[in-house]
């Protein structure tokens, strides 16, 4: 007979009297027991018993319940007593490490930001590392059940596979890692399982080789996973295949007909390509199928290019809607606002972005000009028709033609908005001779803002370029004591350290004005100052040291000058594949470097400032 508990249900065996389960005594009735019949004296003595047993048995049931939740309620006690002595203990060595961090700070041995960043940089990565160990773990089983279905050598290459890439990966090696599931699928490609966590851990941690590998063996497996194409076909546009790219992203919109994601990525290649008429025709099809921020925001930015403002507008306001956050969304909205004739709304909307990013240059003196700090440009139509030529051929790189558009520019209305893009594209040129003329000539007026942050930076860049040395140190010192703000210290500090370095001089000092040029920068140009970090430890041979910085700082701004000094701290670090696809990329990037960053914000400044109502 099974016994049946009252409590939680569990079977026991007959003869238990407790739960097995639950510990709760447990009551067994042999009989249904009906009410007895009116003058019927002989059962009420049985049920006077059955009465008293049950109330025995409900007491017994309550006290073990109260012993139970007594010893609950002790366990609670104790973890909330062990918690606040945890917090105790970190508040304590945070800060002893606080004071260690300044008193090697002081010492000059390690400085407290550098310690810091190393600190946080280590916890992001033990983190990453936490969760793909978890990942790698989930899928084990799955993973395992897939291989079964190829053999008994797959199995066993898988397994040795996984145990490898677990232990890799929580010791730290990564790369290693990959490598191992990366070599096991090369030997039996059909497992989509395999090939999915793959690619998803290898674009987690930026190896971009291995992952496009893991989708093409994906897609090669399964032709119709509608994400393996759209992931494949956007690693594909980032080298350049761009004929590959779209014919994937084709293929994936024929297997997804109510799917937004292919025709939106197949609107982000044609936007790359300039293909504005192709990229709004997909974005369209895109929002219709699914309302969402981002693709409302790249067609209300492709209908602001192709001069449909009111359009724009209503694109971009849909889209601030959806995601108030998205700060990109919101300048362009005051842009389409600006283009309208509505000053008023686009202050509000730069306003809004600066509260998001205080430290972007742009938002700040876009909201400098729009609040009447200047007096107001009268601009001809011939130098408005110059300038815009100017901007769309700088946004293509094209700078012979944004030169000589400026040229003209300068010519007829000599302005300082126009002379400071001038020295900035001079310099990118190669025209030394010209960026000092026009960028002394701005700052002889002493300009304000923009104009002359983009003299300062054409004229010290020049200088380094031709190797004038003692003239930028003497120039570059005095803007380092007197600048009017953070931005042009830092500015001096950067080109004092790079100068240092092309010199190999005094690479104490170069260091200690790099770290200067990291903490005066603002965020869209903190790049290059970790770049100017990374060069001095590659200088000193500290390679480790170096590649902190370098890889931050290609992550953000991957130009050619930034990857080739990541790709030699690779080959000083010893690790030469990753070195050696980095020179590759190296070759064929047309990334940024700081005069074409600081152009850009001059373009889009110069931009608002010939519109101004």
């Avoid at 005594?25 to 008293?52: F, H, R």
Wanted: proline residues 5%.
């Amino acid at each position: 007979m099974k016994v049946f508990c009252q409590w939680c249900g569990g079977v026991n065996p007959e003869g238990q009297e407790v739960c097995v389960r639950c510990g709760s005594p447990l009551l067994v009735v042999s009989g249904a027991v009906e009410p007895p019949a009116a003058g019927d004296e002989e059962l009420e003595e049985p049920l006077d018993k059955l009465n008293s047993v049950l109330s025995e048995d409900v007491l017994a049931r309550l006290t073990v319940q109260e012993k139970q939740l007594a010893r609950l309620v002790e366990a609670v006690e104790g973890l909330q007593q062990r918690v606040e002595e945890l917090e105790s203990s970190l508040a304590l060595v945070e800060a002893g490490l606080r004071a260690l961090s300044q008193l090697l700070d002081r010492r000059k041995v390690v400085r407290q930001g550098e310690l810091l960043a190393a600190w946080e940089r280590e916890a992001a990565e033990e983190e990453a590392r936490h969760t793909a160990v978890e990942d790698l773990i989930a899928q084990r089983e799955i993973i395992l059940a897939r291989a079964r279905t190829l053999g008994t050598p797959a199995v066993r290459a898988y397994e040795r596979a996984l145990d490898t890439a677990e232990l890799l990966l929580a010791s730290g090696k990564v790369h290693q890692a990959l490598g191992k599931l990366h070599g096991v699928l090369r030997r039996f490609p059909a497992h989509p399982e395999m090939a999915k966590l793959l690619s998803n851990l290898a674009l987690e941690h930026g190896e971009l080789g291995i992952a496009r590998t893991a989708l093409e063996t994906l897609v090669g497996v399964e032709p119709g996973n509608v994400d393996a194409l759209i992931s494949l076909a956007t690693l594909l546009a980032d080298e350049g295949r761009m004929a590959e790219a779209e014919a994937m992203l084709r293929q994936a919109e024929r297997l997804a007909k109510d799917s937004f994601l292919p025709p939106f990525a197949l609107g982000a290649l044609k936007m790359a390509q300039e293909d504005l008429a192709a990229a709004r025709r997909y974005l369209a099809r895109a929002v219709q199928r699914e309302e969402s921020p981002v693709p409302l925001f790249l067609l209300g930015l492709v209908e602001l290019r192709l001069g449909r403002p009111a359009r724009a507008v209503g694109l971009l306001e849909r889209a601030v809607q959806l995601a108030p956050q998205l700060e990109e969304a919101i300048y362009t909205l005051g842009l389409a606002y600006l283009e309208r004739g509505h000053t008023r709304k686009a202050l509000q909307c730069f306003r809004q972005v600066l509260q998001l990013d205080p430290q972007r240059l742009r938002y700040q003196e876009a909201v400098r000009l729009l609040m009447g700090g200047r007096e107001g440009l009268a601009l001809p139509p011939e130098l408005s028709q110059a300038l815009d030529r100017a901007a769309s051929a700088s946004e293509k790189g094209q700078l012979a033609l944004a030169w000589e558009a400026l040229l003209q520019a300068c010519q007829t209305h000599p302005h300082p908005s126009v002379e400071a893009a001038a020295a900035l594209v001079a310099s990118a040129l190669g025209k030394g001779r010209e960026a000092v003329r026009w960028a002394r000539r701005v700052l002889q007026r002493r300009p304000e803002g923009p104009p002359r942050l983009a003299a300062w930076t054409a004229l010290l860049e020049t200088l380094r370029a031709r190797g004038r040395y003692r003239l930028l140190q003497r120039l570059g010192s005095w803007l380092l004591q007197q600048g009017n703000s953070p931005l042009e210290r830092g500015l001096a500090a950067y080109e004092l350290s790079l100068g240092l370095v092309e010199q190999g001089a005094d690479l104490d000092q170069a260091e200690d004005l790099a770290h200067q040029a990291l903490t005066e920068f603002p965020s869209e140009l903190r790049p290059y100052a970790q770049a100017a970090v990374g060069r001095v430890y590659l200088a000193r041979e500290r390679y480790q040291d170096a590649l902190d910085y370098l890889q931050q700082a290609a992550e953000a701004a991957p130009s050619p000058q930034i990857l080739t000094q990541l790709g030699l701290a690779l080959l000083g670090a010893g690790e030469k594949q990753r070195a050696r696809q980095v020179l590759q990329q190296a070759k064929v990037s047309e990334g940024a470097d700081l005069k074409t960053d600081v152009l850009d914000h001059l373009v889009r400044v110069a931009w608002l400032s010939t519109r101004r109502s």
